[in-house]
């Protein structure tokens, strides 16, 4: 009698039990049913978005502008070295021309300074020619004539040319045949005769039409001997 009191309290008890357990059953699946969700939308959210057509032109399209923009830096950059390279240049043409110009003044001057010298030295040199001139001139011809033998040429021609014709040729009788022929021919060699232009007679093309010919002179004839 004691066991059959006691089996609806067992019955009773395996009754919760067996609801506590449902009940954790229960809440175990939908713990697991949430779970589970949540992975869906954690995947979802963190999906790759799909590939829009828009976005992708867009982006072709900024692409090429960077493109665009990066070569037109590089040909900037190119220009300005460029530009850079030119203006150097010019620099240096200006800097080389600038001392060409000073050397070509230096030059000037040094050559203004030489014509000056030059004619410092030709206007002495040509007091000492005249005051030989007026010594030789003075002296008797054999003496002159005797000097002027062993004169060099730079001293005699000078000397001799500007003496007097008539003072001049006693002096050269005077010397020895070869020096006073030598002393000549240089002396010759130094005229400066101007050319004396051929009489050309018009010709009858030359003269008007329907002129008459030039009337041309006979020859002058000899006059007669006369005999003693």
Do not use: C, H
Request: without cysteine.
């Amino acid at each position: 009698m004691k066991y059959f009191r006691l089996l609806p309290a067992v019955m009773v008890v395996g009754v919760a039990l067996l609801g506590l357990k449902g009940e954790g059953l229960i809440r175990s699946a939908w713990a697991e049913e949430q779970k589970i969700a949540g992975n869906d939308q954690l995947a979802r959210d963190t999906a790759p978005l799909a590939s829009d057509p828009a976005a992708d032109q867009s982006g072709d399209e900024s692409a090429s502008e960077v493109d665009v923009m990066n070569a037109l830096s590089r040909r900037r950059q190119s220009l300005d070295t460029r530009e850079s390279d030119i203006d150097m240049r010019d620099q240096v043409l200006k800097a080389a021309e600038a001392r060409v110009d000073a050397k070509i003044a230096t030059l000037k001057q040094l050559q203004d300074q030489m014509n000056t010298l030059l004619g410092q030295r030709d206007a002495e040199q040509q007091k000492q020619v005249a005051s030989l001139v007026k010594t030789y001139s003075a002296m008797k011809p054999k003496d002159a004539a005797r000097i002027f033998n062993t004169l060099p040429d730079d001293v005699l021609v000078p000397v001799a040319q500007q003496m007097k014709s008539d003072v001049l040729a006693p002096v050269l009788a005077a010397m020895t045949a070869d020096n006073a022929q030598r002393l000549t021919q240089k002396l010759a060699s130094r005229l400066k005769l101007p050319e004396t232009p051929a009489a050309v007679a018009p010709t009858p093309a030359a003269l008007p039409a329907g002129a008459p010919p030039a009337p041309q002179t006979p020859p002058a004839e000899a006059a007669p001997k006369t005999s003693k």
